[in-house]
């Protein structure tokens, strides 16, 4: 005899989207530099920017309000809205 | 003999096992478990967790981290069945879950962290009594049911409808046991102070749950202090360590007193007010030992807060709990997270019906 159980969880897969392709050059193309306020986080991107900047990219600077809770839905838009691709810097 | 419940509103999916499917080891299969053996979620099980609340089964409770899932009634009571609940316990897993998932608590932060910690609920008021929770003899150990399934329960939440799985999104570096389960119950009828919930603002007969951040509890022996100030003393020093013996201002702590330390206090005429305050006065810091490289230990402040005083912790971050068995001058300390806005405040929720 079947037996059922009830399913505990969300029932829910989670939606997957698909990645924009990753671009052959950065060439025109603008890099965001996502700084998640933990410590020393900004000394990596620092030094990425400058980088960047000195190969002719463009680059704009983020920074998320606590490294402890998910991006603001605002700011994940703006840098949807405003780059191309990003760089997020994680730290300790 | 009970009658069979009415299973014909429950909503979730049913899974159909398979004739010659072991039961334990087929939820062990699906990743429902945390590890351990849980009970089979079958429809009359879950039927019968929901008559121990009077709130709709459809009801949302709360939104579960990381995936950020609505969760109603019946989904966390199917997760109690799973953790081992009596139905009568229900409402405090409810109330939990409703505590865990609030901004201020950040269970998403927590669930996320390389720390340790893990959601510990302390839970007081007359419905202590009425399950049968422990706030006694190994309080914060084994044995007994319902500190030991409500715990875990919403553990199992957070695992189950939130997504939350370590390796996952939980990114714990160590860990600790208390992530299984870690609840219990406040010991307030030999207290010398009124129950946590009602310093917190909520009327001495309803029932509430408090939720921490906490990480293990770690031990602390002081058999000799017949003063307040002494213990005081005692528990500033152990106190000091959380975190770090240099960490300053970011992080909470949850003191358990024991009850032959609790008369130490009772006895001296200190209320759990001035227990805090006394405690917050001692643990004003010197910055010239807190700075990078003082004490040999390169982890410090900026060497530009040296000639500065620094608290040990935030403005409120300490939080007092009565409970333990009657022998044993022994406390313990549960040290927190990142305290506050940037991370985690304990919440204090009330029990509903």
Known sequence: MARVVLDPTAETAPATRERTPRPAALTGLTVGLLDISKHRGDVFLDRVAEHLTAAGHTVARFRKPTFTKPAPIDLRHEIATKCDVVIEALAD | MTTDPDTTTLRARRVDLGASEDEAEAMFERGWTDGLPVVPPTPERVARML????????????????NLVECSVEKV??????????????????????????????????LATTWFSAPVVVVNGPITRAIGMN?????????????????????????????????EVDRATLGQPGKYTFCFAEDEVGSPWEPLHVSRGCAPEESAVTLFPGESPRGLADQLGR???????????????????????????????????????????????????????????????????????????????RDTTIP???????????AGGGAGFFSAIVGGWAAGAMGSDPVTRVVGD
């Open chain 2, 51 to 66: 008559t121990g609340t009077t709130r709709a089964p459809d009801e949302i409770v709360a939104v579960v981290p990381p």
């Open chain 2, 77 to 110: 009571a199917i997760n109690a069945v799973l953790a081992g609940c009596r139905p009568e316990y229900l409402p405090v897993v409810l109330a939990a879950v409703e505590a865990a998932c609030t901004d201020t608590f950040n269970m998403h932060g927590l």
């Open chain 2, 135 to 167: 706030s006694g003899v190994n309080a914060l150990g084994q044995g007994n049911r319902a500190n030991a399934t409500v715990g875990r329960a919403l553990q199992l939440v957070v695992r189950n409808v939130g997504g939350g799985r370590p390796g």
């Open chain 2, 227 to 305: 003063s307040a100030d002494h213990l005081a003393n005692s528990f500033a020093a152990a106190l000091r360590t959380v975190w770090g013996p240099k960490a300053v201002i970011a992080f909470d702590a949850l003191v358990v007193v024991s009850p032959e330390h609790a008369r130490v206090f009772r006895e001296s005429g200190w209320t759990r007010a001035r227990l805090v305050e006394e405690l917050d006065n001692r643990l004003q810091i010197p910055g010239a030992e807190l700075v990078r490289g003082a004490g040999g230990i390169a982890e410090g402040v900026d060497p530009s807060l």
């Open chain 2, 312 to 322: 040990k912790f935030p403005p409120g971050g300490l939080l007092v709990v009565h």
